[in-house]
């Protein structure tokens, strides 16, 4: 009798609280919809983890009394998916009843039994390997799913959905061509019937927006454009009577949050494009490097908030946002948070987009050649990483952020890879912290002139870290309550653009390192607790779950192609049951700036300039046999040339536009070479 009105009465309850939210009842997958709607426990069914992208879960096996003891259960290699020097693996594995779901950075997907490493089907994406508006590494930031399908966006622009059981394709919707500029990296999310999107290609001269979907059939149901069209709100942010907002990039890179009380779906958007250049778009530029606030539903504009105006340092907001609740001075705050490329984290109040702490707008310095804004959104509270350079010879000027540039180069910090760029910042309701993940690396920016080419690469200038200068990260406790620092690791790699952490009820917050390490530390302290060696560059946020009352963590160990770190296809497993030990460790990321990415082989031509982009050498590396040339062409309007670093053992002399000379490598050894007039600019050739 008791357990019947027992029932009854939570039945009446739950009735209530879904006529109180609005919720409708013809919820297309009701059950995802609730989990999506909790913080994450036996299940990990989207990329944050739940809808406010905290990444936390409730799940307490594994804590801080005996994570000491964990060890791996199960390692699974992905067949070969994502392996080579152009791929990074940066996805969450999600798991829902025993099954866990993985994307590699070549879009293909893994169903594996989470308890055991076995694969169960895979989707091999079959992506064009030619698509070349891919910015920065071959990636894929997650899966999202609902109504029994896997959802995903590819490098070539297409929205896929695959049937849960057998990963065979339920539809397949472009958004639009990556011929034309853009590619999709984020993860999507799904909720209550739609799929939301966000599109990259910040770096292509493209137009950023968010792309809602119907889950069911792939149909566009909406798409909000984060730069306005001619009249539409913001558009008195660019200069009148031009088109230059119609390519001013705003992309999104990151997973959308969403307050289903509030009806509102919100994200975080990149830089201005061209990137560098801000001389041809006066006005503040809405709404690149903003957090934007838009009903679920329907996708109309609710509020946004700018965190740099009219930027041209690349200081998009790359991480995702992350929805909280709390008390300040004694009242209940519904608050949201992002951390940006700047260092700051960013406290808003996600009813209204108003600073939950304050943030002051405050005078900078300017350039008026480069329309700079006459001041910047400054956050009350602590940065993550420094914001002032040190100098290096050869650089005239070092200088703080928001320091602006012309055509002689200036080294600020932080650079456009962050503070935080796409690593998330997962939140603990327990401890109140946010989880910073930092990248400490010199810019050297200068603008140059650019010409707009649908397709082609649209910068307008250069942020490169001078070759030989030191780069490191911090891993930072941000109190939500006082945007303060509570506890701060300096580490030796950069961390805001991989290291991917998460955060648990039992204490523990887990992250991956670029040199292969898996960590956890105490939440609270961040005293490190236990420390294990994947193999692979451990890049990728970290998840959690359950299976047959067993408790798991798992990350998957990839590398990272901007990081540098070691590339590879491994899924990992652990539990308090396992019985894996750590693997060898693989070569370290560089700590010391210089060329990275694939090493081109077969190659014996080096276009200086090339791909639109003044100041490079492409290919930037490449591998050559004793005795071969390469031939150096410049391709580009400036006079350029390439000279071995530090001892100048060959040099082409500096070439005017059009100019070639070749070089013959006639002993093995290692060569990193700049260009002298532009010592920001720098190349590798490996002698075999
Ligand atoms: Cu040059």
Known sequence: MRSHLGSW??????????????????????????????????????????????????????????????????????????????????ASPLVKDGIMYVITGNDDVFALNAKTGEILWEYWSGIDQKISTVCCGWVNRGLAMGEGLLFFGQL????????????????????EKWENGFSITSAPLYYDGLVYSGISGGEFGVRGRLTALDAKTGEI?????????????????????????????????????????????????????????????????????????????????????????????????????VLF?????????????EAGRTGWVYILDRTDGKPLIGIDEKPVPQEPRQK????????????????????????????????????????????????????????????????????????????????????QRYVGGTQAAPIGTQMSGTFTAIDATTNKIAWQHTTPYRLGGGGGSSVTAGGLVFRGDPDGSFIALDAKTGKELWRFQTGFGADAPPVFYEVDGEQFVAIAAGGNQLQGSANGDAVWAFSLKGQLGPLYPPPPPQTVAGPVGPIASGVNTIRIGGNNVEYSFVPS????????????????????????????????????????????????GNYYYICLPHPWMYGQVIVE
Not at 27 to 51: F, H, Q, V, Y
Not at 157 to 175: F, N, R
Not at 639 to 664: F, L, N, R, Y
Request: hydrophobic share 35%; proline share 7%.
């Open 9 to 90: 009465f939570l039945a009446t309850a739950t009735l209530g609280i879904l006529s109180l939210v609005g919720l409708p009842a013809w919820a297309a997958d009701a059950e995802i919809d609730r989990m999506l709607r909790s913080p994450a426990g036996k299940d990990w069914i989207t990329n944050g983890g739940g809808l406010t992208n905290q990444r936390y879960s409730t799940l307490t096996q594994i804590n801080t009394d005996n994570v000491g003891k964990l060890k791996g259960a199960w390692m699974t290699r992905l067949k070969g998916s994502g392996v080579g020097g152009k791929y990074s693996f940066e």
């Open 156 to 175: 070539d622009a297409q929205v896929v959905a695959l049937d849960m059981k057998t990963g065979k394709v339920k539809w397949k919707m472009p958004i």
């Open 325 to 337: 609740d709390t008390v300040i001075d004694g009242k209940p705050r519904k608050g949201i948070a």
């Open 221 to 321: 149901k909406w798409r909000w454009y984060t730069l306005p069209g001619p009249g539409e709100l913001g558009s008195d942010t660019w200069p009148p009577g031009t088109d230059h907002s119609m390519r001013g990039g705003a992309t999104i890179w990151n997973t959308p949050a969403l307050d289903p009380d509030l009806g509102l779906v919100y994200f975080a958007t990149g830089n201005c494009g061209p990137d560098y250049d801000g001389s041809m778009r006066e006005g503040d530029n809405l709404f690149c490097a903003s957090m934007v606030a838009l009903k679920a539903k329907t996708g109309e504009y609710v509020w946004h908030f700018q965190q740099v105006h009219h930027d041209i340092w690349d200081y998009d907001a790359a991480s995702p946002v």
């Open 621 to 668: 590396r490449v591998r050559i046999k004793k005795g071969e040339s390469l031939n150096f062409v410049n391709v580009g309007d400036l006079p350029h040339g390439a000279t071995a670093w530090q001892k100048a053992e060959w040099d082409t002399g500096v070439m005017p536009k059009g100019g070639e000379k070749s070089i013959t490598f006639v002993e093995t």
């Open 372 to 455: 700079t804004a006459k001041t910047q959104p400054i956050p009350r509270g602590d940065a993550t990483v420094p914001q002032c350079a040190s100098p290096v010879p050869g650089f005239e000027k070092a200088a703080c952020i928001f320091e602006p540039f012309w055509e002689t180069p200036v080294l600020i910090q932080p650079s456009g890879l962050g503070g935080t760029n796409w690593s998330p910042m997962p939140y603990s309701p327990q401890t109140g912290y946010f989880y910073v993940p930092g990248t400490i690396r010199n810019g050297s920016f200068a603008r140059f002139g650019d010409t707009f080419k649908l397709g």
